[in-house]
């Protein structure tokens, strides 16, 4: 089990960029595969951006070519950097883990608000 806790959400204006990062305590983060999901007001929680242990990347359609998920095992850390920023984009964001033989996410974290203006 990891605990998570996410920083870096605000408030910016369209076309900007911000960087969301998730903390992670626990041993296991190196062994987890990791991903992005937010949730917008009236709307189902999407899974945004997702990375497996190894590093392996995926993204919504919504989002390729404009987000890059990563990862700092070292630093028991994960990050969402954002560019091109839209008011669609506006949700809370929350990160979470799962071990890699589990298909689902088991560990969340409490959420980061991020508001694009347009």
């Known amino acids: 089990q990891v605990q998570l806790v996410e920083s870096g959400g605000g408030w910016v204006q369209a076309g900007s960029s911000l960087r969301v990062s998730c903390a992670a305590s626990?041993?296991?983060?190196?062994?987890?595969?990791m991903g992005w999901f937010r949730q917008a007001p009236g709307k189902q929680r999407e899974l945004v951006a997702a990375?497996?242990?190894?590093?392996?990347?995926s993204y919504a359609d919504s989002v390729k070519g404009r987000f890059t998920i990563s990862r700092d095992n070292a630093k028991n850390t994960m990050y969402l950097q954002m560019n091109s920023l839209k008011p669609e984009d506006t949700a809370i964001y929350y990160c979470?883990?799962?071990?890699?033989?589990?298909?689902?996410?088991?560990?969340w974290g409490q959420g980061t608000q991020v508001t694009v203006s347009s």
């Open positions: 979470a883990g799962r071990r890699s033989d589990s298909q689902s996410y088991s560990d």
């Open positions: 626990g041993r296991s983060f190196s062994s987890y595969a």
């Open positions: 990375i497996s242990s190894g590093g392996t990347t």
